[in-house]
């Protein structure tokens, strides 16, 4: 069956920074498209980023726009998030989710499956 599992997060000051990983299995990972969300208590998930297969494109949210970077290695199923200059609005359960869709479509309902989340907190 499909699994995602996401790690690296964590308790951080205002102005540092978290890599999350997501490794994915049972499912070609190539082929799926994949996004970073996060939900923060309280709010609705939302998107934050996401990346086409081959990684040759990728959109951000506003929010996180030049703070953020996502990548992926194909060879290893996994992808990243890697969040600079973290602020105390950051503050969520991040996810990671796979879309069979070869454009990035920022929406939750887009998305066939995801991970359990990792908890990101940052204090001011």
């Known amino acids: 069956q499909v699994e995602l599992k996401e790690s690296g997060g964590g308790q951080v000051q205002a102005g540092g920074s978290l890599t999350l990983s997501c490794t994915a299995s049972g499912l070609m990972f190539s082929f799926y498209s994949m996004g970073w969300f996060r939900q923060a208590p309280g709010k609705e998930r939302e998107f934050v980023s996401g990346?086409?297969?081959?990684?040759?494109?990728?959109i951000y949210a506003d929010s996180v726009k030049g703070r953020f970077t996502i990548f992926r290695n194909n060879a290893n199923n996994m992808v990243y998030l890697q969040m600079n200059n973290l602020k105390p609005e950051d503050t969520a359960v991040y996810y990671c989710?796979?879309?069979?869709?070869?454009?990035?479509?920022?929406?939750?309902?887009?998305?066939?499956?995801w991970g359990q989340g990792t908890q990101v907190t940052v204090s001011s």
């Open positions: 990346i086409t297969q081959s990684a040759s494109s990728t």
């Open positions: 989710a796979a879309d069979r869709n070869l454009r990035i479509i920022p929406t939750v309902v887009q998305y066939a499956y």
